[in-house]
Every structure is written in C-alpha cells, then in structure tokens.
C-alpha cells in the first residue's frame, strides 16, 4: 500500500473541486458563462467550469487552470467566493468544493469549450436553465457577493470594456444593483475620484458632441486604497 | 481494496479539516481564544481550535463540533471565512483547510480545553503568539473580516453581554475599527435605528444617574433586514 493509500485508509477524505461563476456584462444585462456537461452526472446539464484539485496545485491555480481548460478565458479578475460542503451534494460521493467568481470583459472573449465540457455559453441572468449540482446555490450566493462588493470595490470596470461613457457605466450599476441612480450624482461622485481617464473621444467621433469614452485608472485606485482610500457608489 | 481506497487509488485527495478563529471582547480589548496543541505537528505551539471533517458532516457542522470539543463554546455566532489551500501549509501533507470565526460573549465563558487540545486561553490581540501552520495568515483575514463587517452588519453586539451600555458599544466599535468615534454622533445614530431595548437601569443602579444599560433587539433586525434595512456605523 503507498503512502496515499495508507493516509487514505487511515482518514476517509472528501474529494476536492473547485467551480467558477463567470459574470459578463453585455447589452446592458448581466451575463453567465455556463458549460454543458459533456460527462455523467448531470450530463446535458449546464453548470459552472470546474474540476478536481490536483495535490500540486493551490485552489486559485486549479480555478484558473480549470477556467482556461473549459473556456478559453485566462488572466482576469477571479476572486474566492465560498467552499460548499453538503454531504450529499454530489452524486458520486462525498465532494467538497471550493467556488471561485471571475468577471469577464465579455467583449474581448470568443469562448471555445475544450475539456470535458462539451458546450459553452452565455446566458442572460433572466434566463439560466436549472443547474447541475447545488449551482443554483453557488449562483445566489456569487450574485450577492457582486452586489455587495460593487458598491464599495471599483470591480464593476472589470465587467466593462477598457473605453467606456458614464452612460454605460451607470448602466452597469444600475443593472447589477436593481436600482435607479440620479445621473447628475452618479456622475459627480464617480468624477469625483478621479480616477477616470478621458479618452478624449467621444461616440460620435466629433469632438464635444455625444457620450466621451474613459478608462478606469487601476494603478492609481490602488496606490490611493493602499493609504486608505475607499472607493463607494 | 474497499470503496474509499478505490476512490483514492484513482484520484489523490488532499485531507479536509476545518479551523475557527474565535473573537472575544473583554477589558477593552479585542481578544482571541487558542489553543496550545498537545500533539504533532507543532506540538506546543498555539492554533485556532479546528480538525478533520467528518464524511458524514458539513463544514459548518464540524466547525461548530470542534469549537464545542476543545474549547465547550456552542451557540455562538460562527460564519465560514475562507479557505487555504497552500501545498505545503501542513507537514503531514496536503491539508485543506475551510476557516471560520466566531464572536463570543467572553463574560459568559469559562473556557474548558479538552480533546486533543492541551490548554485552551484568551490572548489579547496585542500579544497572540507565533501561531502554528499559517494561522497567522488566517488571523489577518479574518480580522479584515471582521472591520469590514462590523461596520454594515450588528455583530458587534455578539461580542458584549446582553446588557450593555452606550459607550461599552462605542468602545468595541473604536477598538475594533481603529478609529475615534464622535460620542454625540455615535448615540445618535444607534439610537435612531430604534434596535436597542432600554433596560430601564444605569451602571450606578440609581435611575437618570449614570450609563443607561440596553440590549440588542436582534429579532427585529432580523424582520427588519428581510424588508432591506441597511444597519451602519
């Protein structure tokens, strides 16, 4: 018997996985990447890309290798969201996992299933199908984690194309948040900060005629937040 | 071979325990309950109280059951807080470990160490020792945690006793945020969010004289919360 056999003989262990919520945000609605199983259980069922945690590999490496095997999508903001244990949540025996969210400049991704997922999709949030698993569960619990943080974290440009218009921004939170928000204000405080660089262009491409286009200022919101700079909507 | 040595056999798995970081207010301090360890690895050394789950249990069920085998605390506030995959946080091996804290009414416990723990004992934050594995990477967390949430959710009321009196509250909420707070201020927006219950009783005992004692009215924030209330300090 070999040292994972023996460890294992003395310990029953829970299988690791991890899975990722992919948030997109296109057409003024918030967007799903989902997967559809290629493979037993819950074959034919959409679900969040995952996969087992390999033992040399730390759980944020294993979501972003997953995420890249099974979509494509690579190097974008991916945070730890929950670990689900249920004891009866997987069919084939007791799996653990570790749920990961990743926000996606959807623009910028033609996504190409690969692995063992045999379809990738975005799905507006008004129309994800029943999910395999307790991703139902993860997927309330990812868009409350977003709604929370957005307020309060400037995560909401990581959903947003490099060059954007105030219009598309306030877009943005309102859809997310499911609120109204005074465009006046909105645009006084996000201004505010200044951590918006204009593009010097505008929609129309005439010059002072139409929304302009800014960027978000990454490095200077993080030089601001490391001395306590907060950041609110 | 059995079903779980299969299992093995085809997949490796890293073992699964969970940990729990235990918060204590007392003295007007911010205090954490640890425990010396009896056995290998880092005999000696002091940890969050925590172990190996159960196949038959979920990671909030082992949390809570080895709060209450090594330290006899139950019923107390507990909330997963994150989980830490490093490959080599355990010498024994690959070791995944689901954290959580806790908030304790410290007035309320005699804290009894059992199991395989040698010693159970409140440190204040000032003075926590060298911690075992990477539990000193899972205090500063969890202490982000708790800033972070103390400031929108009324936990900090899980920290006191029952009865307590306006500027015990505003001490918790400086010592533990790190800030000065307005006195006027501070009474006047915890007072207007109508949760606190007037005990009808002062520190002296005589009436009109001296800190007036209140309790939290945790039900109604609860009925309240359900309807959208935001609490903040």
Same mark, same amino acid.
Request: hydrophobic share 35%.
């Given at each position: 018997?070999?040292?994972?056999?023996?460890?294992?003989?003395?310990?029953?262990?829970?299988? !690791?996985?991890?899975?990722?919520?992919?948030?997109?945000?296109? =057409?003024?609605?918030?967007?799903?990447?989902?997967? &559809?199983?290629?493979?037993?259980?819950?074959?034919?069922? #959409?679900?969040?890309?995952?996969?087992?945690?390999?033992?040399?590999?730390? *759980?944020?490496?294993?979501?972003?290798?997953?995420?890249?095997? =099974? $979509?494509?999508?690579?190097?974008?903001?991916?945070?730890?969201?929950?670990?689900?244990?249920? !004891?009866?949540?997987?069919?084939?025996?007791? %799996?653990?996992?570790?749920?990961?969210?990743?926000?996606?400049?959807?623009?910028?991704?033609?996504?190409?299933?690969?692995?063992?997922?045999?379809? *990738?999709? #975005?799905?507006?949030?008004?129309?994800?199908? $029943?999910? *395999?698993?307790?991703?139902?569960?993860?997927?309330?619990?990812?868009?409350?984690?977003?709604?929370?943080?957005?307020?309060?974290?400037?995560?909401?440009? =990581?959903?947003?194309?490099?060059?954007? $218009?105030?219009? =598309?921004?306030?877009?943005?939170?309102? $859809?997310?948040?499911? !609120?109204?928000?005074? +465009?006046?204000?909105?645009?006084?405080?996000?201004?505010?900060?200044?951590?918006?660089?204009?593009?010097?262009?505008?929609?129309?491409? %005439?010059?002072?005629?139409?929304?302009?286009?800014?960027?978000?200022?990454?490095?200077?919101? &993080?030089?601001?937040?490391? +001395?306590?700079?907060?950041?609110?909507?």
């Amino acid at each position: 018997m070999n040292e994972q056999q023996k460890y294992c003989y003395e310990y029953p262990r829970p299988a !690791v996985t991890t899975d990722c919520v992919i948030f997109g945000f296109d =057409e003024g609605e918030l967007k799903l990447l989902l997967i &559809e199983r290629a493979l037993e259980p819950f074959k034919g069922r #959409w679900a969040f890309p995952g996969g087992f945690l390999n033992m040399n590999e730390n *759980a944020d490496d294993c979501a972003q290798r997953e995420l890249f095997e =099974e $979509t494509g999508i690579e190097n974008v903001f991916i945070e730890q969201l929950y670990t689900f244990t249920d !004891v009866d949540r997987d069919p084939r025996g007791r %799996v653990v996992t570790i749920a990961y969210y990743a926000l996606v400049k959807l623009s910028e991704y033609k996504v190409t299933a690969g692995d063992d997922a045999k379809k *990738a999709q #975005w799905f507006p949030l008004s129309q994800i199908p $029943t999910l *395999a698993f307790d991703h139902d569960r993860i997927l309330r619990i990812a868009l409350t984690r977003l709604r929370g943080k957005i307020a309060y974290q400037p995560i909401g440009f =990581e959903l947003l194309p490099e060059k954007f $218009t105030l219009p =598309e921004l306030q877009n943005l939170y309102e $859809t997310i948040l499911e !609120v109204q928000l005074d +465009r006046r204000n909105f645009r006084k405080k996000i201004l505010s900060y200044d951590l918006l660089i204009d593009q010097n262009q505008s929609v129309t491409g %005439v010059a002072h005629k139409g929304a302009k286009y800014y960027s978000f200022d990454k490095k200077k919101y &993080e030089e601001l937040s490391k +001395r306590g700079f907060n950041f609110e909507i």
